[in-house]
Every structure is written in C-alpha cells, then in structure tokens.
T-cell receptor, first 118, second 113 residues
C-alpha cells in the first residue's frame, strides 16, 4: 500500500518564476493538506482540499493556490516566487469520509518537495 | 487553537526511557493531544493521541495530567532511530475536515549511545 507520494523531490527556481508541486494521497484518503516548512521551523499549514474544494486556509498570500482532482490527488502552485518561498513543502492526507464515519486526526505525510528559489 | 510549550532539546541515553513534556494550559474540553515526530529529511509521522486517559501503543505511551494542562510522551526504550524532532499538538478530534495541524517548534530529541 503506497503512502503519500510527492513530486518532484527537489527543484530549483529563480525569483518571479512559478512552480507546481504534486501529491498523491494514501490509498483510501480523500483529504489533502499542504504545509510549508522553512529550515529549522515546524511545518506551517497552507491549505486543505476536500471534495475538490479549498476548505481551510492558513495565513498565506493568494500567490499560493491549489487544486484537487477527482482521484483525490492534488497540486500546489506558487506564483511570482520569492527567495522566502524556499522551503520543504509537505503534503499530508487523511480520510474525512461520509456521515457516520469519523476523522481520527491522524495525518499521513509525504517526504516533501524541497524548493530552492535563487 | 490551543498553544503548546515544549523544551527545545533533550538528550537521552540509548535503551533508557525518553520522557518528553508538553504544556498546553489553554486546552479546551473538546481538544485532544496529538504527538508527531519528524526524523531528519522526512515528513512528520503520527505517534499517538489522547483526550484525558493515558494511552499506549506500539510506539509510545502518553500520560495526560488530570487537569489536562500538560502531558508527557514516553518512549520506553529509546534507540538511535528515535532521534527526531517531536511535536505536541492540540486540536479537536472531531474535525470533520481534519487536515490542519498547528505545529510549534517541537523538542529535538537526541538519543546517544
């Protein structure tokens, strides 16, 4: 059973460029969240997608956008890259489910995509 | 979301118990205590969670004080592979669109031979 997979694992961009990061959730999961982790800091929540819609958003500018596909995979897009966007971008998945089921709060994280902006 | 306070770093001898404290004095009645850890260059990994009773699984034990204002994660026999940053997080469990965790700075645990 594959866990959460992210691509690419590493990439280098220059200021002003745009980047797209991809995530496939763990099998059976329907909710995907994205986190940014700067060096030496804890992960910071960017946003969460469920049923192809953004459901919650952290304190990030609208340069950060996302998408969720019908197969639950997700993309994170960052426009007009700044040097400060250099970080490890983590994708996490969980199962939200339908009425009667419950979310245990356990998130499964991928290994991340390390973005360097020069 | 309630805030948590953890010591920035701790050392532990291999084979001994590692006891990682966490203060969450503003926790509310519907919030659970979750622990995750992050081994260098990997994504965070879920360890355990609890509401008010002590919990144990194959990885660790979680002790929550009666007033729920603090908790301790116990790794009973720490190994070198337990060297990681450990995060204590409080959040409502019954968040039907769960996906948001508020990470603090965590505790960097170094297990030494």
């Amino acid at each position: 059973d594959a866990g959460v997979t992210q691509s690419p694992t590493h990439l280098i961009k220059t200021r002003g460029q745009q980047v797209t990061l991809r995530c496939s959730p763990k099998s059976g999961h329907d909710t995907v969240s994205w986190y940014q982790q700067a060096l030496g800091q804890g992960p910071q929540f960017i946003f969460q997608y469920y049923e192809e819609e953004e459901r919650q958003r952290g304190n990030f500018p609208d340069r950060f956008s996302g998408h969720q596909y019908p197969n639950y995979s997700s993309e994170l897009n960052v426009n007009a890259l700044l040097l400060g966007d250099s970080a490890l971008y983590l994708c996490a998945s969980t199962h939200t489910g339908t009425s009667g089921s419950r979310n245990t709060g356990e998130l499964f994280f991928g290994e991340g995509s390390r973005l360097t902006v020069l | 979301d309630a805030k948590t306070t953890q010591p920035p770093s701790m050392d532990c001898a291999e084979g001994r118990a590692a006891n990682l404290p966490c203060n969450h004095s503003t926790i509310s009645g519907n919030e659970y205590v979750y622990w995750y850890r992050q081994i260098h260059s990997q994504g965070p990994q879920y360890i355990i969670h609890g509401l008010k009773n002590n919990e144990t699984n194959e990885m660790a034990s979680l002790i929550i004080t009666e007033d729920r204002k603090s908790s301790t994660l116990i790794l009973p026999h720490a190994t070198l592979r337990d060297t990681a940053v450990y995060y204590c997080i409080v959040r409502p469990r019954w968040d039907n669109q769960g996906g948001k965790l508020i990470f603090g700075q965590g505790t960097e645990l170094s297990v030494k031979p």
